[in-house]
């Protein structure tokens, strides 16, 4: 039932408008969806960015320059009485680049430095879809008792305000239990 108070404003509506917003909010799409499948000491992640990259970073592509995503992760021992111990930290660099001459992009995954996949293909399309969808990567889980949380975030690009102060274009921290072992 929709009241009326002073100046036209109408209860239900604000409330109404204020509902809605929350179920969009709740409703929309993650920044960054990450599975995990466990194994005997390894842990298999697959990163998939689930929104709209940086107009920059797409220009630039298609413009022939490098550009690349890097994942962060980050694995915790999470201990309830003390803070949180970091277990190992990894970095998944996925790097394109347009060949002026062939019109192909040239498109490298790297963990911690060493090449995971390569490969070339033939569109600015494919190419992002590449880049947004890396391979599934392996890390090495430890042995444990306590759980363990895993930390994964996307970083496009650095801007700089006033000439020196960087800011770094990415995805908000995505948080994960990191399943048993059945």
Request: hydrophobic letters at 50%; one cysteine or more.
């Amino acid at each position: 039932m929709a009241r009326e108070f002073g100046f036209g404003l109408v209860w239900y509506d604000c409330h109404t408008m204020f509902l809605a917003a929350i179920l969009l909010a709740a409703v929309a799409a993650p920044d960054l969806d990450v599975l995990l499948t466990p194994a005997p000491g390894r842990l298999a992640v697959q990163v998939v960015v689930g929104r709209a990259l940086p107009s920059e970073w797409t220009e630039a592509l298609a413009a022939g320059a490098p550009v690349s995503i890097t994942y962060r992760l980050r694995l915790y021992r999470n201990r309830h009485w003390l803070w949180d111990q970091r277990v190992a930290a990894h970095e998944l660099v996925v790097k394109a680049q347009r060949d002026p001459l062939t019109g192909v992009f040239s498109l490298v995954a790297e963990l911690d430095g060493e090449i995971l996949a390569s490969g070339q293909v033939g569109t600015l399309e494919e190419a992002v879809r590449w880049v947004t969808h890396p391979p599934p990567s392996e890390v090495a889980v430890p042995l444990r008792r306590e759980p363990l949380l895993l930390f994964v975030r996307a970083e496009f690009l650095t801007r700089y305000k006033l000439l020196v102060i960087p800011t770094t274009v990415g995805t908000d921290w995505v948080q994960l239990s990191v399943p048993e072992l059945p």
